[in-house]
């Protein structure tokens, strides 16, 4: 008898858990849609870890790990589904890992998760993603790559942003890989490609006049053109 009374309570603390634990879900699930109507993302974010503590999903780590991102919170973002690149990963957490691990200056990992991304649905934007990060990590020779079909596959609508001055302003994205292009010619030989790469840059500028990284880059350019013609110069007296 004592046993049917422990085994009786056993099951109804069960039950009453588990109610306990849909009428949580139903609380939540109605927050978090109130919160979606308000725009208030903070809300939307608490909603989320909630259901995912109470009810863990992929498509939810997925979307709150993409909420994160948007707001500029990558490490929470990463926090949330990790970094390693998993062939299983979903496209929105492969987005989310990538333009994380891009944002907190981790490009060789950045690298693995946009090849991933590329190999799914091979873009212009993704490759110029690549071609920048292979940029940074002096992979010259992938960067080209990434830039070739860049520049073949840009449409005249794709748009990239730079945001070196106060105002930012947009260039077409043909325009943003030929500025990739002189970079790469320049990085191959810092002495003897200066030139072509200020051929490179002032073809890039008829495109897209308001291209301003692009004077800056030709001034540096020219300036240290003249600082290696110098030490020449004395180098022969």
């Given at each position: 008898m004592k046993?049917?009374?422990?085994?009786?309570?056993l099951?109804?603390?069960?039950?009453?858990?588990?109610?306990?634990?849909?009428?949580?879900?139903?609380?939540?699930?109605?927050?978090?849609?109130?919160?979606?109507?308000?725009?208030?993302?903070?809300?939307?974010?608490n909603?989320?870890?909630?259901?995912?503590?109470?009810?863990?999903?992929?498509?939810?780590?997925?979307?709150?790990?993409?909420?994160?991102?948007?707001?500029?919170?990558?490490?929470?973002?990463?926090?949330?589904?990790?970094?390693?690149?998993?062939?299983?990963?979903?496209?929105?957490?492969l987005?989310?890992?990538?333009?994380?691990?891009?944002?907190?200056?981790?490009?060789?990992?950045?690298?693995?998760?946009?090849?991933?991304?590329?190999?799914?649905?091979?873009?212009?934007?993704?490759a110029y993603?690549?071609?920048?990060?292979?940029?940074?990590?002096?992979?010259?020779?992938?960067?080209?790559?990434?830039?070739?079909?860049?520049i073949a596959?840009?449409k005249?609508?794709?748009?990239?942003?730079f945001?070196?001055?106060?105002?930012?302003?947009?260039?077409?994205?043909?325009?943003?890989?030929?500025?990739?292009?002189?970079?790469?010619?320049?990085?191959?030989?810092?002495?003897a490609?200066?030139?072509?790469a200020?051929?490179?840059?002032?073809?890039?500028?008829k495109?897209?006049?308001?291209?301003?990284?692009?004077q800056?880059?030709?001034?540096?350019?020219?300036?240290?053109?003249?600082?290696?013609?110098?030490?020449?110069?004395q180098q022969?007296?």
């Open positions: 046993r049917l009374l422990v085994l009786g309570l099951v109804s603390s069960f039950v009453m858990s588990a109610q306990s634990n849909s009428d949580l879900l139903k609380h939540y699930e109605a927050y978090y849609k109130q919160m979606k109507k308000q725009g208030d993302i903070q809300g939307i974010i909603a989320m870890t909630h259901l995912n503590v109470l009810s863990p999903s992929p498509a939810r780590m997925d979307t709150l790990a993409y909420i994160y991102m948007s707001e500029d919170k990558y490490m929470q973002a990463l926090n949330t589904i990790g970094y390693e690149r998993m062939l299983d990963d979903s496209d929105i957490a987005e989310v890992k990538a333009i994380s691990l891009k944002a907190v200056k981790q490009p060789e990992l950045a690298i693995a998760q946009f090849e991933e991304m590329f190999k799914r649905n091979p873009s212009a934007p993704i993603e690549l071609a920048e990060l292979c940029l940074q990590t002096q992979k010259l020779t992938e960067a080209d790559k990434h830039i070739a079909y860049g596959n840009a005249d609508d794709m748009k990239k942003a945001f070196e001055t106060q105002n930012p302003y947009e260039v077409s994205l043909k325009s943003a890989f030929m500025y990739l292009n002189a970079l790469s010619t320049y990085n191959k030989d810092k002495k490609n200066i030139d072509k200020v051929d490179i840059l002032d073809a890039t500028l495109l897209s006049p308001n291209f301003n990284l692009i800056l880059t030709k001034t540096e350019l020219l300036r240290q053109k003249q600082v290696l013609q110098a030490q020449e110069a022969k007296k």
